[in-house]
């Protein structure tokens, strides 16, 4: 294959990856994040205490985060077309992707929030500050370096699904290793394909942890 043909394909397959990426990503962390937070405080003596509805939503979360990501996209499909109006191509692949996202980053949220000091919480409270506000000004506040990292771990798995999707016409980076790489016996596609994900993988993890460090208090304070 002509190298200025490779570079148009890698360009198109990363745009449409990044399409993929970005919309799910932004669509299921701001579905996730509510539900993460409504798990870590809903529980049996705490903020927003429901805990038969934690329970069921619990288990929804834990339903949908086993089922492997590859048959969640085909059991899904008569919900995807009707979202998208299609079950192929980018648009389409957004659909999986978003439902995958949602459970995925809510047990994320649900650990980091999890991890701050309930003695902070309890200090809250004692200055009269009302639940939603401790949710904000305390426990979103204090975990912000988990949660970016959370959210880190969220963009590099949607990577890898994207490219999953691809089996399935789902198009981008993965779809385009698939076609050529794959099924027209190219193994110089599927090579720039599996560079071109490492380096999109990589890139998106140095830029979290960078921010992750930048919102930890411990290395301002030193």
Known sequence: M???KLLFLLGDGLWQTMIMVVTSGVIGTAIGLPIGVFLATSGRGELFEAPTLN???????NATRSTPFIILVVAIIPFTRLVAGTSIG????IVPLTVATVPFFARLVEGAIREVDQGLVEAARAMGATPFQIVRKVLLAESRPSLTLG???TIVSLIGYSAMVGAVGGGGLGDLGIRYGY??????????????LILLV???QSAGDALARRFDKRNRRS
């Open 2 to 4: 002509a190298l200025e």
């Open 55 to 61: 329970k069921v939503v619990g288990l929804v979360v």
């Open 151 to 153: 959210l880190t771990l």
């Open 90 to 93: 980018t648009a389409a692949a």
């Open 183 to 196: 099924q027209r016996f190219m193994p110089e596609v599927m090579l720039a394909v599996v560079v071109a």
């Open 202 to 204: 990589q890139a998106v």
